[in-house]
């Protein structure tokens, strides 16, 4: 089935400049210099190659919060904050004057969280969950490399960029979707949230599309939107009185775009908490939810989710206080809108380990939704930037940045792999150097480096990943295609000597850009060694 909007929306991808600021909220310190230097050199980079401007700017800040975290409202006001401060320090530049100007563009990504199910990747990473890298290449300081998932979803989302002029988007940092409905839109709300919007429904349909499971955007005739979430059907209708005749819903995909405005008076009105660190409030049920449903509705809601009901009127009380002085000073645009991705929209999520694996591995297929997600990834030919003339490729296979010395490689997908002697069918293999590797079908290899005559074998559905640390020591970690890193998090699977929770904890605090620089010259090493045996 031809998709032209698709088609359109990828063009725009590969072309668009992006934004011209990119904030990047990460859990510390050497994450945010890693992501700055990064990004800099990569897909944040101008694009006519000079310094002439501070744009696109890339400003990467840690969200240095107490216990338990600011929440992704409080967050995004705190990342913005500091990033701000970082602009102004480091370039000169007013960020809040420049958007207020509708000078600029501005995108804020949040990367923080343990990443449990997709474990051991994001330990393979240092806990630099978005920096989990996918087989495609990306290039960066003028070099070849595998694509983060993060730099996967600047790509994507910065076709929004020509529309908000003047707005902070804010996105989450490990899901690809490409949109079927236009990019390119006048924003009308100074709040406005992506969706996938259908009509309205009755009951049943309610039911059957799930609908009483998500966070629920509803647009009444009038372009106004409201936000429930995880109710039935007649209670949706009950709470969505307040809207013109609703005429659209679907599910919330969380990312929203604010006006400068409203992120200014958001930011005053949160000072306190913001100054002292303290709180934690999510965007959802503290910010948009008690601006856009009733006192009573909130409060039922929210005690439904175990919030006592004098703190939830209490803040709502709050927030209603701040919606109408709001409003009162800020006119012209509605305050709470909705943006749809098209119930055609494509999606690539890469949070989970089985995810990751059938995201990479549908890079083989013969598909319309595999056409697509090649053409976002840039993939156009099966051997790119690779030594490899003397191993057997199948037809199906691609090989990355890659040198192969001898072997066998089908139905596979190899992305910066060293290898003397390989004989892979069905698996994924990423930053590899070893004498010899065996993969069967569904294995994913991930960040090792093996300098043993024996080499590696893994069997089908296995998954094995190096853990670098700090002095340069690594250690392999195993898992299974099967196994959801969440459920078994506390426990030491597969021979391990540590629990993915005990790795977390040893990984805080690592330095990821001297790991990965060591990690590189251990892979560089360790293959200068085998190919001389060749």
């Not at 190659?49 to 744009?55: D, K, L």
């Not at 070099?143 to 600047?154: D, G, S």
């Not at 929210?302 to 206080?321: C, I, L």
């Not at 949070?351 to 990479?360: A, D, E, I, P």
């Amino acid at each position: 089935m031809e998709s032209p909007e698709l088609d359109a929306a990828i063009s725009q991808m590969n072309e668009g400049d992006g934004y011209d600021v990119v904030i990047v909220c990460c859990t510390d310190d050497f994450q945010s210099s890693y992501w700055s230097q990064r990004l800099r050199a990569g897909i944040c980079s101008p694009k006519d190659g000079s310094n002439a401007s501070p744009f696109p700017m890339v400003l990467a800040v840690s969200e240095d919060w107490g216990a338990g975290g600011a929440g992704n409202g409080l967050g995004t006001l705190y990342a913005y904050k500091k990033a701000e401060a970082l602009a102004k320090s480091m370039f000169g530049v007013d960020l809040t004057a420049q958007l207020s100007s509708s000078a600029i563009s501005a995108a804020l990504f949040h990367t923080a969280g343990k990443g449990t199910r997709m474990a051991p990747l994001p330990a393979s990473e240092n806990n630099n969950k978005p920096a989990v890298r996918l087989p495609a290449l990306i290039e960066v300081n003028g070099k070849m490399v595998p694509m983060t998932v993060l730099e996967a979803v600047i790509k994507q989302t910065g076709v929004y960029a020509p529309s908000r002029k003047g707005r902070l988007g804010v996105f989450w940092g490990d899901q690809v979707f490409i949109p079927s409905a236009p990019t390119m839109y006048t924003p009308t709300h100074h709040v406005d949230i992506m969706c996938t919007l259908g009509n309205m429904v009755g009951e049943e349909e309610w039911k059957e599309k799930g609908l009483e499971r998500y966070g629920v955007i509803a647009v009444g005739s009038n372009g106004d939107a409201a936000q429930v979430e995880k109710v039935d059907h007649a209670t949706a209708i009950k709470m969505l009185k307040s809207l013109a005749d609703v005429e659209k819903v679907g599910p919330s995909l969380g990312s929203f775009s604010v006006s400068a405005p409203m992120l200014a008076s958001l930011t005053q009105e949160f000072s306190a908490e913001l100054e002292a660190k303290v709180g934690k409030f999510d965007t959802d049920p503290h910010f948009w939810m008690p601006m856009t449903l009733g006192k009573e509705d909130y409060v039922g809601l929210m005690t439904q989710k175990g919030v006592d009901e004098a703190v939830s009127a209490a803040h709502y009380a709050r927030m209603d206080a701040f919606k109408k002085t709001f409003a009162s000073e800020h006119g012209g645009m509605g305050l709470f809108g909705a943006v749809d991705v098209g119930s055609g929209a494509c999606w690539w999520d890469y949070g989970q380990l089985r995810l990751y694996s059938r995201n990479n591995l549908k890079i083989l297929e013969k598909s319309r939704d595999a056409d697509l997600l090649r053409a976002f990834l840039g993939i156009t030919t099966h051997v790119l930037d690779s030594d490899c003339d003397k191993v057997e490729t199948d037809t199906d296979s691609y090989v990355f940045a890659s040198n192969l010395a001898s072997g066998r490689v089908s139905s596979s997908i190899l992305s910066s792999v060293k290898c003397a002697d390989v004989e892979v069918q069905g698996a994924i293999l990423v930053n590899v150097t070893a004498k010899k590797i065996r993969a069967a079908a569904g294995s994913i290899l991930y960040n090792v480096v093996d300098d043993t005559d024996e080499g590696i074998e893994l069997k089908e559905g296995d998954v094995l990943v190096g853990v670098f640390d700090n002095q340069g020591n690594f250690t392999n970690v195993k898992s299974n295609i099967s196994i959801d890193g969440g459920k078994v998090w506390k426990e030491a699977i597969m021979s391990n000597q540590m629990s993915f929770e005990a790795l977390h904890g040893a990984n805080k605090n690592s330095d990821v850009a001297v790991i990965e620089e060591r990690r590189n010259e251990l892979h560089a090493s360790v293959w200068n060694s085998h190919e001389a045996k060749l």
